[in-house]
């Protein structure tokens, strides 16, 4: 997680990285890593609206594949 001033607010980006191996990883990597990240992307939209700012999603980056 990385914390930057940008104008009107804070800029919050965070990377991730997963490794699924073995039958589950063959079978359903993919499906785990799109969940995970509806999950986070579902946590920051939340966490902006606590703070009562706005969560604007910003384009991936290597981690969807």
Known sequence: VELKAAEGG???SY???ASIGGKLGQIGG???SASAKKIADDFFQKFA???GGEAVALESGAGDE
Do not use: A, C, D
Request: no cysteine; proline share 0%.
């Open 49 to 51: 609206k606590e703070l």
């Open 10 to 12: 804070t800029l919050i």
């Open 30 to 32: 993919r499906l785990i």
């Open 15 to 17: 990377t991730t990285e």
